[in-house]
């Protein structure tokens, strides 16, 4: 008896490891799949406003850059340009791949590209090549100053449409209890913001003034959102290395203001829904849901 049973283990020992070397390797495939062939993102901040929202949940194609350039005008997802990297190679790559959170800018200059920002009649203006840009994806929208519940920082700033009341509005979950009394920020007006850092081609200055020549391997990036968008006119030319594909959908759209700081990617289905089991419902944004982004 105790040989039968020696080998009844020896199998279900071997069957065990065999379950677990086949779940490594779905796992694997699925990795490698979302890494070079698509995306799923949640969007942490406001910076696309109002063509995307924070809380949006996006699909980004990573196949087709891999052999067609970024044009301008496309939405691309990038690392966050801020974070300090490891020199280490294999931390580096864990850092871009899994840590780092999911940024969305626009194209504005590819490689080789002349970019200039300059203040016209009051109103910040891009040239690209010395021909003025028509920017008609530009927020429209003024920014109201909120209480930020995530605690994060004191405030946040999101869109307001004037024409509704503040617990009909068409963007974010409102309420005049949580509305600060700091002027808003109107749209097509200089952004308040200053490059306190000196960097190379990017003196200290004014957010919106600015003449980059792009290298062959440099994007200029810049939000819809220019009131409160962190982006090139701060860091400066971004590195190709970091643009890790192009934005094509939102799958569905969320008002959830709650923040995992790094590890915004896990906020995506089913998590929201094991989160959130009673308001997700009452918070999606359903005219937003399944939608071609542009």
Known sequence: M???KKIVDWYRQRRVFSEI???????????IIRTIGFGLHCVPTSSMETTILRGERLFSDKLTPLFTAYKHGDIVV??????KYSENQLLNWFQHYVLSPSWTKRVIGIPGDHVEGKIEDGRPVVYRNGQKLDESYINKYPLIALVDKT????????????????????????????TLSIPMFYPHTPTRGFREI????????PA???DVHLDSDEYWLMGDNRQNSLDSRFWGPLKSSFV??????????????????RLEWLHIFPFDIILHPINFWKWVRWSRCLRFIY
Do not use: N
């Open 21 to 31: 070397c086949e779940w490594a390797g779905i796992l694997l495939v699925v990795f």
């Open 151 to 178: 605690q994060s920082s004191p405030f946040d700033r999101k869109s307001y449409d004037p024409k509704f009341s503040y617990d009909k509005q068409p963007f974010y979950r409102m309420s005049e209890a949580d």
């Open 244 to 261: 890790h594909g192009r934005v094509k959908m939102c799958l569905y759209s969320i008002d959830i203001t709650d923040s995992w700081g």
């Open 2 to 4: 105790s040989f039968l």
């Open 208 to 210: 919106d003034i600015f």
């Open 78 to 83: 990038l690392d966050d340009p801020t974070y």
């Open 198 to 205: 000196a960097r190379e081609g990017m003196p200290v200055g």
